[in-house]
């Protein structure tokens, strides 16, 4: 096996291993480790989808085919890694350890459950960006579906089992969805390999099997589009996102939507490249996304929710730039997916920090926190500029590549929505940083004091990558056009 | 065979229906086990062969078993059971609504001419059981693993006794 062969099994192996550790050894013992051993599990999977993308670079790969433990027939590879899916395992393992940071401060009890159904939810997703096959892809779907439906209920408190249990009726639907639309391509192709199906399904001579693959591609976006929380399928992230520990949101809203939605947008959007249908489809998601979430955030008064809306939003510019079908705007896309990952984690981060130290996260019953909390201000500020797509944050370059990509394709009513709607982004952050850290500070916060420990470090860590990726992205554009993607 | 398929399709449903219906949980896990049967028959019919073996033993047969083991050392009071399943009795027209709406679906496809799912040749191949799941669907039996091991994990959490007292 050469070296990308044994880096690209430890995408799943590692947290494999990590489970079997935290299982086998002393309870008590276990409990004190275990989310150190997530931590060094999420730097492993940024390391190794760093190497093995610059190994990929290096020997001119478009992708890297490979199979896990033994082969039993020579030309059976049944995982592949792309340039695209490394950064999309970067950004797992990135969101992996911030969440684990937050754990270490706001979950007390049931750290093992926490370590192991974090493992699941990394497999399943490191399992969706390696697999070749629409099934495989649905079967770790699941797997991130369960996770995530599990964690959100990880204390069983009466908002987290609600909260859980709308995210496992809608994920059901979702599944159900994405079964139906599979089992129609595969009548239609009798296989499900990435490599066996492509737009020449939709122009089949039969109008009946044409009619039945456009209905396999209706049910498709649909069931993605619940999984990414797009309007209108959006009715459960909210109420996870609220529900569920600070440190399950992070992950829910800084990976989950993504890989769980957005990835298989990308997928299908691969598969079926240049469908007039579906790029309409992602743009008519995208927009109703954008604006919809944009004002219902605006109407929050609770933290968690006003950042879960902003989610809906900012997954709208994503399938916007997806909607474009071309090259600048996947770009532009998987920018977005970074740059969200890190300014969403913040507010998480942030949410964290301010629940511990004041006990509530509604915004009305805070004020002034900047004089006592200045570290949480200053990544709010960080955040939301970047939320917001101002020069010269991250989210500003993102946003730009994707309204670009808008207008190239000439649909610049789009690329101008989509503009305006910054500054509805602007808008409700501003209102949330105005009622959270400028103003008058209550009495009862007169003795608050700056969050510290692990939260503080993750939020100076987010804050600065944010500010490093924004000031870094024109290097990334230029290495891009070096290799002549752009 | 398709005479034989469309008759499974139907008793599937129906069993379906019967297993959402049913008051008692040991009444629906028997009529899960018979749509799985019904679901293996389909497969087999479509020349998926490992496939059917694998859902009537595995989901007729052996899950059935966990379902009833797991019921009969529950305790839960059956009035209490009762009172949950009260307000399935407004929905009694659901299983007709489903039947006719599968039904339905059923014409609609013969009418349409909807040609049947033409299996990959791979699971229609027969050949050793391990070859043909490690060959074809490594990918799927890694993911089986995982949710396994995520199932464990749920239950874990959400069902620790010592936990909810």
Redesign the interface.
Known sequence: MSAMAYIAVSF?VVP?VI?IIINLIQREFAKKVCIYLACASAVIQMASSTAEFFMLSANHLHEYRF??LWN??ED?E??GVTSLSLVVMFCIGFVSFISALIALRTIDK?KI?YV??LM?LV??MN?MVI???L??LY??L??VG??S??LI??F?SETGLEGAFKYLVMSALASMLILTGL?FI??QT??LLYTKIGPSILIAEDG??Q??AYVALIFLISGFAVKTGAVPFHSWLPDAHQSADTAVSILLSGIVIKVAGIYSFIVLTDLFKNVPAIDTALAILGIASIITGALLALRQTHFKRIAAYSSVSQMGYILLGLSTGSTLGLVGVIAHVFNHATFKSTLFANAAALHEQTGTLDIDEMGGLQSRMPVTGFSNIAAFLSTAGIPPFAGFWSKLLIIMALWNRGLRVLAGIALFSSILTAAYFLRLQKKVFFGKLPDKYSDLKEIDGTVRFAEIILTVVIIAAGVCFPLALLYLKGRGIL | MEAVIYTCLGLMLIFGVMAVMFHSMTKSAIALAAASAALGAIMYETGAIWSALLEISVCSGLVTVIFISAISLSNMDKKELEKVYDDKKRMSLLPVVLILGGAALVIAAMT??????????AAKAAGDL??IL???????I???I??M???A??V???FRES??K
Do not use: C
Request: glycine fraction near 8%; charge should be neutral; proline fraction near 3%.
């Open positions: 799943l494999l489970i199979t896990l039993m027939k059976a049944h995982f049931r459950y192991n159904l699941t497999l399943g399992g697999v070749t096959d099934f495989s079967v770790f699941e797997i369960i996770s439906f599990v209920a990880l069983r089992s595969f009548m009798g296989s009946s099997k009619t039945l | 349409a001419g909807i040609s049947l799912p033409q299996p990959d040749t391990r070859e490690w060959n074809n669907r490594q990918a799927d890694w993911g089986q995982i949710i091991i995520t199932g994990a749920a874990s959490v959400l936990d909810w």
